[in-house]
Every structure is written in structure tokens, then in C-alpha cells.
């Protein structure tokens, strides 16, 4: 049985990215080469040809003199992003609707209980994590292959630029939770498709209003 091997550059890539969205490398931090390449046992090569592919992807930026560091929050591509991914994923949720029969329905309204009760405990965090498997659930049950594609590229966009809203802006979980009750309240309900891609696109919608009154203040 063959097995596929995951190149030096591509093992860098993997493990430099994931530290930028888990949040251990932050904005404005500088990333090492040589120190990296030991932490990976490789050499700088690969770790170089990792960066510059990041540095494609905008997750990080060269600055003469210093090298490689974390870029900062960029407020106008995360608005972009959040409106595009309101909008694929308030289609990609009305084209689901007549997959969402009772089990899965009824594991919309576990998850959300389950984010109810780490809001309790203020596990943001999890309360994030619980909320991208929420979102992915329903547009996974999408019959367009091409949408749902499109969409996870867009979130995973917006996981690298903001992946912890809830944490930048705690205020917002319970009215998202409570958006997420009346989305499977109109699916439970059968209510008008159109009706439903609208008040999905409109949760999103919400979160980039709130994030945006908050940085007013």
C-alpha cells in the first residue's frame, strides 16, 4: 500500500500556517528561519520556500531588515471576506435546507446547546471550534459541490486574517447563539427558502456590525 509523503517544504508550510491561525505566532511577531528550521528538524531551505508561499497567501509579511514577521489584522480584507462568505453561505445553507432532515437537525440544536454551555464556563474558544463545525454541518449538505469548495476556501481565509471573533469581541456569542436557535427554528418549520438564505446571510452580516460598532468605540 502506497503511502503519500509530505515534502520538507510542505511539512513547513503545514506547521509554520497552523501556528499563524491557532494563534501562537501573533501579528507583528517575527518568524526566525534558522531557529524554525532546528524546531523542525530541516534545514532553512524548505522553511524559506514555506515562508515565501505564505507570504503569497498574505499570512505574513517581509519587512527589510527584520525578515519575516506575522502580519497584523487588516480590518478592510476581513470585512471583504466576511460579505463574501455571508453570501455563499446564505445560498449554500437555503440549497441544504431539504437535505436537513430530523438527525441532523437535532444535531444543529446539540451543537448549539453544547456552545451554550461552554459559553457558560467562558470557553470561547471551544465556543469558536463548536461554531465552525455548526456553519460546516449545514453547508456540507449542500448538493453544489462548487459552492461548498468555495465557501470553505473563503472561511479558511477568514480563519487565517480573525479565527477567534469570539474572543476579540465576547459580547457577540449570545445573540450569535441565539441566531443559530431561529436559523433551525425557520429549517424546523419549514419556512420559505429565500427567507432562510437570508437570515443566514444575515447571522454573518450581524457579526461584521457588531465587530465594527465595538472598534468604533
Known amino acids: 500500500m502506497k503511502t503519500n509523503k509530505v515534502s520538507k517544504r510542505e511539512f513547513a508550510y503545514r506547521a509554520i500556517r497552523k501556528r499563524i491561525v491557532d494563534g501562537r505566532y501573533g501579528p507583528g511577531q517575527r518568524i526566525v528561519i534558522d531557529q524554525l528550521a532546528k524546531e523542525l528538524g530541516s534545514s532553512a531551505i524548505p522553511v524559506r520556500e514555506a515562508i515565501h508561499q505564505l507570504e503569497s497567501e498574505q499570512l505574513l509579511n517581509y519587512v527589510p531588515n527584520v525578515g519575516p514577521v506575522v502580519r497584523s489584522f487588516d480590518h478592510g480584507r476581513y470585512k471583504e471576506t466576511l460579505e463574501a462568505v455571508a453570501i455563499l453561505e446564505g445560498y449554500a445553507t437555503r440549497l441544504a435546507v431539504p437535505s436537513l432532515k430530523e438527525p441532523e437537525l437535532q444535531h444543529l440544536v446539540q451543537l448549539n446547546e453544547d456552545m451554550k454551555q461552554s459559553l457558560a464556563q467562558f470557553d470561547l474558544q471551544h465556543v469558536s471550534q463548536l461554531n465552525r463545525t455548526f456553519h460546516h454541518f449545514i453547508y456540507e449538505h449542500c448538493p453544489n459541490a462548487l459552492i461548498v469548495q468555495s465557501v470553505e476556501q473563503y ?63
Do not use: G, V
Open 155 to 217: 472561511r479558511e481565509r477568514l480563519n487565517t486574517i480573525h479565527q477567534t471573533s469570539f474572543l476579540r469581541n465576547p459580547k457577540r456569542a449570545p445573540y450569535s447563539l441565539a441566531e443559530h436557535d431561529r436559523l433551525i427554528e425557520l429549517i424546523t418549520s419549514k419556512q420559505d427558502e429565500t427567507e432562510i438564505e437570508l437570515f443566514a446571510r444575515q447571522h454573518k452580516l450581524n457579526t461584521l456590525e457588531s465587530f465594527e460598532t465595538k472598534e468604533k468605540k
